[in-house]
């Protein structure tokens, strides 16, 4: 076995045959989608492979006698995942098959409608049915902080065009930031021990707090008021909105 090159260019990743008896540096397991157990009644929305954090989900509210219902969206019963799993849940767990996207649409509609307080909706799967959900659950009244949400992949269209400067205000050090260049990959060549896992805007893992500037967000992993905030950004897509980020750094 070997561990290939990584794809984003990462310095740090070198093409080296692994050995029985080698020590890996790993990190501890870290929960981007939690599930909160105060929950009055909690909403499951999945589509297609979308379904395998919220299965874990079902299970553990079904075995603490919580409300829950389980709505999943594939092509076809041959598209189905996880039978074996799903089964066993019954009338809570409802098919929703071959629809198009409009009446997939219909009937986010029609189970977001009932929103009141301590409900919570999870949504996993392609990322224009996440953005479908969300959308259609805040014009039915579900505050942000109750829709959560899981992307597999970062789908949105990356523009590393941008040519700016990011200050690290504790280094008292000032980076260019050219087209092609991620603050990411400057900030680890100018000795900053950056931590980073998908690489993607997808998983938070190379957060950091911004103390001037406007960031250009380019992740799917804040939400829109973490967003509006501009107190933070990934620096493995995000760039400047402007000519100049202060981090805290």
């Given at each position: 076995?070997?561990?290939?090159?990584d794809?984003?260019?990462?310095?740090?990743?070198?093409?080296?045959?692994?050995?029985?008896?080698d020590?890996?540096?790993i990190s501890?397991?870290h929960?981007?989608?939690?599930?909160?157990?105060?929950?009055?009644?909690?909403?499951?929305?999945?589509?297609?492979?979308?379904?395998?954090?919220?299965?874990?989900?079902?299970?553990?509210?079904?075995?603490?006698?919580?409300?829950?219902?389980?709505?999943?969206?594939?092509?076809?019963?041959?598209?189905?995942?996880?039978?074996?799993?799903?089964?066993?849940?019954?009338?809570?767990?409802?098919?929703?098959?071959?629809?198009?996207?409009?009446?997939?649409?219909?009937?986010?509609?029609?189970?977001?409608?009932?929103?009141?307080?301590?409900?919570?909706?999870?949504?996993?799967?392609?990322?224009?049915?996440?953005?479908?959900?969300?959308?259609i659950?805040a014009?039915?009244?579900?505050?942000?902080?109750?829709?959560?949400?899981?992307?597999?992949?970062?789908?949105?269209?990356?523009?590393?065009?941008?040519?700016?400067?990011?200050?690290?205000?504790?280094?008292?050090?000032?980076?260019?930031?050219?087209?092609?260049?991620?603050?990411?990959?400057?900030?680890?060549?100018?000795?900053v021990?950056?931590?980073?896992?998908?690489?993607?805007?997808?998983?938070g893992?190379?957060?950091?707090?911004?103390?001037?500037?406007?960031?250009?967000?380019?992740?799917?992993?804040?939400?829109?008021?973490?967003r509006?905030?501009?107190?933070?950004?990934?620096?493995?897509?995000?760039?400047?909105?402007?000519?100049?980020?202060?981090?805290?750094?």
């Open positions: 076995m070997k561990l290939e090159p794809s984003r260019g990462g310095s740090e990743h070198m093409h080296k045959a692994l050995q029985e008896g020590t890996l540096a501890q397991p929960n981007n989608f939690p599930l909160r157990r105060d929950a009055a009644r909690t909403l499951l929305i999945a589509g297609g492979i979308g379904l395998t954090p919220l299965v874990a989900m079902a299970q553990t509210l079904a075995r603490q006698g919580l409300a829950w219902e389980f709505h999943y969206f594939a092509h076809s019963e041959a598209h189905v995942a996880f039978r074996e799993l799903l089964d066993p849940h019954g009338g809570r767990v409802s098919k929703h098959l071959g629809l198009t996207p409009d009446e997939t649409a219909a009937e986010l509609t029609r189970l977001t409608e009932q929103y009141a307080p301590a409900h919570h909706l999870y949504v996993c799967g392609p990322g224009p049915m996440i953005e479908a959900t969300r959308s659950a014009e039915a009244g579900w505050p942000e902080s109750a829709v959560h949400f899981e992307y597999f992949k970062n789908e949105s269209a990356q523009d590393d065009s941008s040519d700016f400067e990011v200050v690290l205000a504790r280094r008292k050090q000032t980076l260019r930031i050219g087209p092609g260049s991620s603050i990411l990959e400057s900030l680890r060549d100018a000795g021990d950056m931590p980073s896992s998908c690489e993607q805007g997808v998983c893992t190379c957060i950091v707090t911004v103390l001037e500037g406007t960031p250009d967000h380019q992740d799917v992993y804040f939400s829109d008021s973490e509006e905030a501009g107190d933070r950004m990934l620096t493995c897509v995000s760039r400047a909105a402007g000519k100049r980020l202060v981090l805290d750094l």
